[in-house]
C-alpha cells in the first residue's frame, strides 16, 4: 500500500525542485555546497484555518503550482526515500501563475469629439 501525506489546516505538502548538480560554466558542484531550493510544486492541500468563531476559511493555494518559499521554511519530512517540504500557507511567498491576456482595445472611439478627430487625422 502506498502512503502519502495529508496536510493539516493550513498547510501544503511540496516537491522541491532539485538544484543542479552543475554549474552554468561546467563545475561540478559537491553535495554539501548546494543551496536549498527555494522553489516546488504543491502536491497535496489543507482544508484551510479555522477562526475563533469555528469557521473555516479555505486555502487559496492549489495542486500542481509552483510555490516559492523563504530557504529555511516549513518542515522537511522524508517519506519513502522522497524528501518532502511542508509549508503553511504564509510561508509561500508567491506562485507561478499566468497572466491574462489584454482584451483588444478598439483603435479608435468614435463616442467622443477627440475620437473622431483622431480617426480623422489617422492618429
Given at each position: 500500500?502506498?502512503?502519502?501525506?495529508?496536510?493539516?489546516?493550513?498547510?501544503?505538502?511540496?516537491?522541491?525542485?532539485?538544484?543542479?548538480?552543475?554549474?552554468?560554466?561546467?563545475?561540478?558542484?559537491?553535495?554539501?555546497?548546494?543551496?536549498?531550493?527555494?522553489?516546488?510544486?504543491?502536491?497535496?492541500?489543507?482544508?484551510?484555518?479555522?477562526?475563533?468563531?469555528n469557521e473555516l476559511i479555505p486555502i487559496r493555494l492549489q495542486r500542481?503550482?509552483?510555490?516559492?518559499?523563504?530557504?529555511?521554511?516549513?518542515?522537511?519530512?522524508?517519506l519513502d526515500d522522497v524528501t518532502y517540504k511542508v509549508l503553511s500557507?504564509?510561508?509561500?511567498?508567491?506562485?507561478?501563475?499566468?497572466?491574462?491576456?489584454?482584451?483588444?482595445?478598439?483603435?479608435?472611439?468614435?463616442?467622443?469629439v477627440e475620437g473622431l478627430v483622431n480617426m480623422m487625422r489617422g492618429?
Amino acid at each position: 500500500m502506498k502512503r502519502k501525506l495529508i496536510p493539516t489546516l493550513d498547510r501544503v505538502v511540496v516537491l522541491e525542485d532539485d538544484s543542479p548538480d552543475v554549474t552554468p560554466g561546467g563545475i561540478v558542484l559537491p553535495d554539501g555546497s548546494k543551496e536549498k531550493p527555494v522553489c516546488g510544486t504543491i502536491l497535496e492541500v489543507g482544508p484551510g484555518r479555522v477562526t475563533d468563531q469555528n469557521e473555516l476559511i479555505p486555502i487559496r493555494l492549489q495542486r500542481g503550482q509552483k510555490a516559492y518559499y523563504s530557504r529555511y521554511a516549513g518542515n522537511d519530512i522524508e517519506l519513502d526515500d522522497v524528501t518532502y517540504k511542508v509549508l503553511s500557507e504564509p510561508e509561500v511567498q508567491c506562485v507561478l501563475g499566468e497572466e491574462p491576456e489584454p482584451e483588444p482595445k478598439p483603435r479608435h472611439s468614435l463616442d467622443t469629439v477627440e475620437g473622431l478627430v483622431n480617426m480623422m487625422r489617422g492618429a
